[in-house]
């Protein structure tokens, strides 16, 4: 199976490296040339979890250096889907899939804008990554990874075939480590991902706190609550199923499992760069709006890491003693 993963972010390196170590045709795919040309040169090295590398396979700048690929992930930013869809546009073969893992909701949503939807995967996964330095990423959490359909089955007679193929693109991250199940439920399986993102991310983007260091805290594990609470009624208005009975406790669950994981958006805020909080917290708020639910929380929350992400440059300077 020839791969092509869009994003040289924590998890884009930690797939493209596993998928390549397990004998895959991985491609990576980076808009930056000279980032590209030093990945290319220098590999890519996994720690932690898995002790890897270094992994070299090629690293591309555009969709016509390749091949068409049978499956390609996506693992930018959520803000950068429309530019990563149009390159998957132009690398996935005509029988090929593109799977989005990415954070928060709408990503999907933006893919369909430029693929057709019965080509698009989406799926959650429990693995957490965190970039050391240039080409070199610390595998820090792992757990499940779910995939499921963009559009639900409509009972045609090629419906057989994907669900084979389906099952095909989950034997192959298996194989690479990601442990991987098909469900036809994607929405209810992006929405209990998205609220294990409500709980941890802003927290530890305001706090500057691993993951773990969040249920240490009571009045920190209180917000948690929350916050999750307030998502948990927006989803189940939408009609939503969250997978996990206690949504709340499978977020302390996941906290707990990656307790010393930097969080992406933490990982964003210490670099001052934008983080996706419009797509997680500012989600809640949106879609709560829309439904007549107040998110109080969920907006604070959200309010306060825009107001950190805009007030790099004006921070006071820690005092020394």
Not at 66 to 73: G, I, R, T
Not at 115 to 134: C, N, Q, R
Not at 243 to 257: C, D, G, L, M, Y
Not at 283 to 290: C, D, N, R, S, Y
Request: hydrophobic share 45%; with cysteine.
């Amino acid at each position: 199976m020839k791969i092509a993963v869009i994003g040289p972010g924590a998890m884009g390196l930690l797939f493209t490296a596993k998928l390549a170590e397990a004998g895959y045709n991985a491609t990576l795919v980076d808009h930056r040339a000279d980032r590209a040309a030093a990945l290319a040169r220098d590999g890519i090295n996994v720690k932690g979890l898995s002790d890897i590398g270094p992994v070299h396979v090629p690293v591309i700048t555009r969709a016509g250096q390749m091949d068409q690929a049978n499956l390609v992930l996506i693992c930018v930013k959520a803000y950068d889907t429309p530019l990563a869809a149009a390159t998957a546009k132009d690398l996935v073969a005509p029988d090929g899939w593109v799977l989005t893992l990415q954070n928060g909701v709408g990503n999907v949503e933006r893919l369909a804008e430029v693929i057709p939807a019965a080509k698009i995967l989406a799926g959650v996964t429990s693995h957490g990554a965190t970039v050391l330095a240039p080409g070199v990423v610390r595998h820090a959490g792992q757990g499940d990874t779910t995939i499921g359909p963009a559009i639900p089955s409509n009972g045609h007679n090629g419906d057989r075939a994907r669900h084979e193929s389906m099952h095909r693109v989950a034997e192959v991250l298996t194989a690479a480590g990601f442990t991987t199940a098909v469900s036809p439920n994607v929405q209810d399986l992006i929405w209990s991902k998205l609220v294990v993102n409500v709980g941890i991310n802003a927290l530890t983007a305001i706090t500057g706190l691993c993951n773990g260091e969040l249920l240490s805290h009571t009045s920190l594990d209180e917000v948690l609550n929350r916050a999750v609470a307030e998502a948990v009624e927006v989803g189940q208005a939408k009609g939503i199923t969250f997978i996990h009975p206690v949504p709340v406790a499978k977020v302390r669950e996941v906290a707990a499992n990656t307790a010393s994981n930097v969080s992406s958006m933490l990982q964003d805020m210490l670099k001052q760069r934008p983080t996706e909080i419009d797509y997680i917290n500012g989600a809640i708020t949106t879609e709560g709006g829309k439904l007549g639910i107040p998110t109080p929380v969920n907006m604070v929350l959200a309010g306060i890491v825009k107001g950190l992400e805009a007030s790099h440059r004006h921070r006071v300077a820690p005092m020394v003693h």
